[in-house]
Nanobody, 120 residues
């Protein structure tokens, strides 16, 4: 079982940038496909971005072109660079790790979440 710890959330204004980090411990990081999901108040959790163990990434349409996911296997860390933030990006962001299957599917290991709030 892998343990995930997110950091980097905060309160920003529309148009600002944030970088989220997720550090994994436990089994070998390179064994995992990694992803970011988010849950806004009153809404279901949704896929944001994912990156396969060999580096191919995928994004939801709502963040494509603004967010970039990356991973540093030497540091057991996955990042989410968020640019041009909008109020609708406000949510709790969760890190996800899975050993296979659909990046967008909601299974695997989860972090505790980090709050991102974007004011208009």
């Amino acid at each position: 079982q892998v343990q995930l710890v997110e950091s980097g959330g905060g309160l920003v204004q529309a148009g600002d940038s944030l970088r989220l980090s997720c550090v994994a411990s436990g089994r070998t990081f390179i064994s995992y496909d990694m992803g970011w999901f988010r849950q806004a108040p009153g809404k279901e959790r949704e896929f944001v971005a994912g990156i396969l163990r060999y580096g191919i990434s995928s994004y939801s349409n709502s963040v494509k072109g603004r967010f970039t996911i990356s991973r540093d296997n030497a540091k057991n860390t996955v990042y989410l660079q968020m640019n041009s933030l909008k109020p609708e990006d406000t949510a709790v962001y969760f890190c996800n790790a899975k050993t296979g299957g659909d990046l967008r599917a909601e299974f695997g290991s989860w972090g505790q979440g980090t709050q991102v709030t974007v004011s208009s």
